[in-house]
């Protein structure tokens, strides 16, 4: 599957390198019975590279990857870390899913935005956070995943009337 078009970065003609910043706010989430959840805002992201990143509605995220030993210390759906973790899981997502997608777009680049990101909404873990997904992020990223839910959201993501038609059904199938 190509990367649709709607998840390209844009890379504008004029970058503002080194200035990362949040367009939007904390999305709301619909959370799923598989520990999941789904977003029901879009995100709008820059990165330290000037290139601008959004995550459409209806995105499936675990949150951030607090390994469940440490969930009693953070917890995944902290709103201090949660966009930074949605943009990072987008990113490696699209490496899974997306067989076109950008080769300048590589781990070290989704970690640093999990890092700048957090630097801006929670800089006491931002540290801590990237040095976790750079020694443990590699196996995540290197192993394929194949999600029924994640191909069926890439098909529709670019076409709002079928994005939530797709929404809808998702979470009437998860509440059954």
Same mark, same amino acid.
């Given at each position: 599957?190509?990367?649709?078009?709607?998840?390209?970065?844009?890379?504008?003609?004029?970058?503002?390198?080194? %200035?990362?910043?949040?367009?939007?706010?904390?999305?709301?989430?619909?959370? *799923?019975?598989?520990? /999941?959840?789904? /977003?029901?805002? %879009?995100?709008?992201?820059?990165?330290?590279?000037?290139?601008?990143?959004?995550?459409?509605?209806?995105?499936?995220?675990?949150?951030?990857?607090?390994?469940?030993?440490?969930?009693? *210390?953070?917890?995944?759906? @902290?709103?201090?870390?949660?966009?930074?973790?949605?943009?990072?899981?987008?990113?490696?997502?699209?490496?899974?899913?997306?067989?076109?997608?950008?080769?300048?777009?590589?781990?070290?680049?989704? @970690?640093? %935005?999990? *890092?700048?990101?957090?630097?801006?909404?929670?800089?006491?873990?931002?540290?801590?956070?990237?040095?976790?997904?750079?020694?443990?992020?590699?196996?995540?990223? $290197?192993?394929?995943?194949? $999600?029924?839910?994640?191909? $069926?959201?890439?098909?529709?993501?670019?076409?709002?009337?079928?994005?939530?038609?797709?929404?809808?059904? /998702?979470?009437? /199938?998860?509440?059954?």
């Amino acid at each position: 599957m190509n990367t649709p078009k709607c998840l390209q970065p844009v890379v504008p003609e004029f970058l503002k390198k080194n %200035s990362p910043a949040w367009f939007s706010g904390v999305p709301k989430l619909f959370p *799923l019975r598989d520990k /999941t959840a789904m /977003t029901l805002h %879009s995100l709008s992201w820059r990165d330290r590279y000037g290139v601008f990143w959004t995550v459409p509605k209806g995105f499936i995220t675990d949150g951030a990857s607090v390994p469940w030993l440490l969930r009693w *210390l953070w917890n995944p759906w @902290d709103e201090a870390t949660l966009r930074p973790a949605i943009i990072h899981d987008m990113r490696y997502m699209l490496h899974d899913y997306a067989k076109d997608w950008p080769t300048f777009d590589f781990q070290k680049r989704a @970690d640093l %935005s999990l *890092l700048d990101g957090m630097k801006i909404d929670c800089p006491q873990r931002a540290r801590t956070y990237y040095i976790a997904v750079r020694l443990v992020g590699r196996a995540v990223y $290197e192993h394929i995943s194949y $999600e029924q839910r994640m191909k $069926e959201w890439l098909q529709v993501v670019c076409e709002p009337d079928k994005l939530n038609d797709w929404i809808l059904k /998702t979470i009437e /199938t998860d509440r059954q």
